[in-house]
């Protein structure tokens, strides 16, 4: 939940996720299909709360989660709810980023939300008080980090490597984009992509999504069992556009 890219190609978008977490939080689950009202979402599941960091609808919708808002917050729990279970009840809504401006997020810890809706890209943050929401275009690359990990000068670092990447892969594929994630940075753990603070904080996996018209392609990198897990998800047509 702290470093997402969208990265769009000819026929497709990637949206990746690196999962930042502490030392002390179970091990996610790899990616499945898993029904609920509004049709199949598949997503890996958080193995704490159950919920999620990163998921796609079989309407063609995604949804991805990086812990904070506009700025580092000093978390105050008990919360309502946790923020995986606020993505599932988002990427059920339709449109997605009318969910997001709908829910009720008082008591929900800050989160920013990176919504694909309908062939649109949203960032969404939520600061604990308000919602502050834009559309961003989806024909240019786009990089984020946590707030809550990175402060503004390695967040502008980080912008520079995926920009310097970027000149050298200006048609990457789905392997490109996840070996930028586990292997770019300056040699300093506590901030490259795959991070590790002292064993209390690291990224724990990566997950990437390749989305078409047809379907969305999820691998899933775990990098603390050193495996890589494969899922399809194949859209509803008489959903996708609907």
């Keep these: 939940m702290c470093t997402v890219t969208f990265v769009p190609a000819a026929d497709k978008i990637y949206l990746t996720s690196n999962r930042d977490e502490k030392h002390w939080r179970s091990a996610g689950l790899p990616p499945a299909g898993y029904s609920f009202p509004s049709g199949k979402i598949l997503f890996p599941k958080d193995g704490d709360a159950?919920?999620?960091?990163?998921?796609?609808?079989?309407?063609?919708?995604?949804?991805?989660?990086?812990?904070?808002?506009?700025?580092?917050?000093?978390?105050?729990?008990?919360?309502?709810?946790?923020?995986?279970?606020?993505?599932?009840?988002?990427?059920?809504?339709?449109?997605?980023?009318?969910?997001?401006?709908?829910?009720?997020?008082?008591?929900?810890?800050?989160?920013?939300?990176?919504?694909?809706?309908?062939?649109?890209?949203?960032?969404?943050?939520?600061?604990?008080?308000?919602?502050i929401h834009q559309e961003l275009s989806h024909t240019k690359p786009h990089i984020w980090s946590?707030?809550?990990?990175?402060?503004?000068?390695?967040?502008?670092?980080?912008?520079?490597?995926?920009?310097?990447?970027?000149?050298?892969?200006?048609?990457?594929?789905?392997?490109?984009?996840?070996?930028?994630?586990?292997?770019?940075?300056?040699?300093?753990?506590?901030?490259?992509?795959?991070?590790?603070?002292?064993g209390l904080v690291f990224t724990v996996s990566v997950t990437s999504m390749a989305i078409t018209d047809q379907l969305v392609s999820m691998q899933y990198v775990d990098l603390q069992q050193k495996k890589t897990w494969h899922q399809d998800l194949v859209f509803e047509k008489s959903m996708v556009g609907r």
């Design 50 to 131: 159950g919920g999620t960091w990163i998921a796609a609808h079989e309407n063609g919708n995604a949804i991805i989660f990086l812990n904070g808002g506009r700025i580092r917050h000093t978390p105050a729990p008990p919360y309502r709810k946790s923020r995986g279970l606020i993505l599932l009840d988002l990427i059920e809504g339709r449109p997605v980023y009318n969910s997001f401006l709908a829910v009720n997020l008082n008591n929900i810890e800050p989160f920013t939300a990176i919504i694909w809706d309908d062939g649109h890209l949203f960032e969404c943050r939520w600061d604990g008080s308000q919602k």
């Design 146 to 198: 946590s707030v809550t990990l990175y402060d503004e000068e390695v967040i502008s670092r980080r912008k520079q490597w995926f920009t310097a990447w970027l000149k050298k892969h200006p048609q990457p594929s789905q392997t490109d984009i996840l070996h930028f994630h586990q292997f770019t940075g300056d040699g300093d753990q506590h901030n490259d992509l795959m991070m590790n603070r002292d």
